[in-house]
């Protein structure tokens, strides 16, 4: 969960440096997305401690990928009986 | 201390202005807007009184009702508890208003699919919950059955001494619960059924046995619920006979415990504090493509939903009502997710509350609201009466207090405006089934209580508000049992309660549909 999101930051670094490289009026300044990968979210979930605490939500914005996709949590659903 | 209350002059004044009067809600049911899409895990009430059974006064009785406004005819899945949740019952006995001990229980159903031959060497599934008749001792045409155990935890009821509690006669773990009333062809003898599930247990720690049910009970509650929520479409301070109880008919899931009062209480005061609460898993993902799955129990199968992480709390009840007609719609679903121990954040309920100012808006002079701060509120809300029913350590919290000294009024003797009545054995000392706690908490909001039976005052009033009107719903239960009824009005004489654990009635039956 931890690497995903990292993943995700350093994604959104590296294209804001390489957009820093020209001087052209045209160049776009990308958007550091913050947002969590809901998918990815609920499968961490699923693992977590029954025991534990919940995970607060309130300070998160979700970013839904996988709308359209019937297949987003086969691994999940696959694994279980 | 229930001699020194009933002779208080203060006491004895409120009963006598109650009492003189001529003989707006659901406890909670359906009360915040996340809930009613998981009725399963919906609690209703929850009651809490020591037991009147005879010989069993050592006891105190735990009933915790889900699954609101059951249609007895609601086949042929019924009304299974969830599987995946945890419902549990909680008890402060130091007044920290953090749970010391919790009762945990959990279920698990078990399909027989059970077929029938249809022809051509093929055993075709039936959609039905059961292919004949059941009775106690025989349930072999069952196609489903729930099962659950009960753990106590010692302590945070996510990180503490957890144990198992076993059936007292076979050591087992694992208790059943009774089918539904499908109906009296199906069930012939429910209470007969009914009554196989109760179970003696064993607690850890408790050197006496308890007893146990899970089951489908008759509703309890007794409210004219459709004027209530129509603006009260009624007569405030009518009779208390005059409106039909429009949920007679009914039914509820109860989870019912018999628990020795000394193995509740901690120290040297004799004060409970108890609340229950349904949690779910944080995750669910739902299956697209369900095969066979446990409905079945088939090989390969794969479930409808997948479902993990920590358990989150999504319902909440101590004493009745408060979620219901106390706090607002915008903390609704808040509070049920919330513990006592942080119940600061909803004072402003309480101590100016909004239901007596839409009584007065409605009906004007004849329901004046009290003044603020209504700290009278406060003292039967959150903190309990002192010398009554206070916890050793007062943290204003919202739960149900019993004070464990005070003995149990027998059925023939009960009123059922508790307290207020005169009867000190009843609500807001715990709260027993026939417990009128509609009417009592309308008078208690409209000031009742102020100044009174050592709660604060209303603002600067210390006498009761509105004079001798007595506010009501006009439905109330017809006795504590149906030996001790007292039929009157519209009441259905139908609305009593047993005269022994678990004390709900047995549930209306799916059919004759005239049984209804």
Known sequence: ?81 | MQHMLAKSPLAIAVASLVLAAPSALASSHREAPFITGSPKVDGTDFYMFRSYEPTRSDFVTLIANYQPLQDSYGGPNYFLLDENAIYEIHIDNDGDAIEDLTFQFQFNNEYKNLGVPAGAGTNTPVPLSNIGQISAGNTAALNVTQTYSVKLITGDRRTGQVQTITNANTNSDTFVKPMDNIGNKSIPDYPAYANDAIYPIAIPGCANDGRVFVGQRKEGFVVNLGEVFDLVNTNPIGPRDGERNIISNKNITSLALEVPKNCLTGGENPVIGGWTTASVPQARVINPAPQGSAVTGSAGAKPTSVEGGAYTQVSRLGAPLVNEVVIGLPDKDRFNASEPKDDAQFAQYVTNPSLPVLLNVLFGDAALPPETPRNDLVTAFLTGFPGFNQLATVTPSEMLRLNTDIAPTAPAQQNDLGVIGGDNAGFPNGRRPYDDVVDIALNAAMGKLCGQLGAGNCGTQSTPQNGSNFYTDGARAAGPTAATSVISGEIDNDDTYLAEFPYLANPVPGSPSDAQ
Do not use: H, W
């Open chain 1, 1 to 81: 969960m931890r690497f995903i999101k990292n993943g995700v930051l350093l994604a959104g670094l590296i294209a804001g440096l390489a957009a820093c490289g020209g001087d052209d009026d045209d160049d776009i300044i990308p958007v550091v997305d913050k947002a969590t990968n809901y998918t990815a979210f609920v499968k961490g979930l699923l693992d977590d401690d029954p025991n534990g605490e919940p995970a607060s939500i309130n300070n998160r914005n979700f970013r839904f990928t996988n709308q359209e996709n019937p297949d987003a949590y086969d691994d999940v659903l696959s694994s279980s009986n």
